[in-house]
Nanobody, 126 residues
Framework: QVHLAESGGGLVQAGDSLRLSCAASGGTFSRHVMGWFRQAPGTMREFVATINRDGDRSFYAESMKGRFTISRDNAKNMVYLQMNSLKPEDTAVYYC???????????????????WGQGTQVTVSS
């Protein structure tokens, strides 16, 4: 059983940057693919970014490419989401997710993930 805890959300202005963190515990972190998803009010949860076990392969939703960067530190059991040039439409609850996987794999579908955090709110004002 993997427990995930997000942090780093908050209220920022358009154009600002924010770094989200996700602390993992209870499992072998380095054996899990990690992902970030988000859900805005009244919408379905959507994929943001994913990173493979070794941290050398990542994949992003099209609207986040060039603005968001996912990274991980297996020694610290942490995954991060660096968000730059934030826009009001980035306002959402951001969730960290994990799933066991073979080396090299990444996953962008919500159903592929087994473990989820409680989420952290990001609000971007215009």
């Amino acid at each position: 059983q993997v427990h995930l805890a997000e942090s780093g959300g908050g209220l920022v202005q358009a154009g600002d940057s924010l770094r989200l963190s996700c602390a993992a515990s209870g499992g072998t972190f380095s054996r899990h693919v990690m992902g970030w998803f988000r859900q805005a009010p009244g919408t379905m949860r959507e994929f943001v970014a994913t990173i493979n076990r070794d941290g050398d392969r990542s994949f992003y939703a099209e609207s986040m490419k060039g603005r968001f960067t996912i990274s991980r530190d297996n020694a610290k059991n942490m995954v991060y989401l660096q968000m730059n040039s934030l826009k009001p439409e980035d306002t959402a609850v951001y969730y960290c997710a994990a799933t066991r996987a073979y080396s090299g794999f990444v996953y962008s579908r919500e159903d592929d993930y087994t473990y989820w955090g409680q989420g952290t709110q990001v609000t971007v004002s215009s």
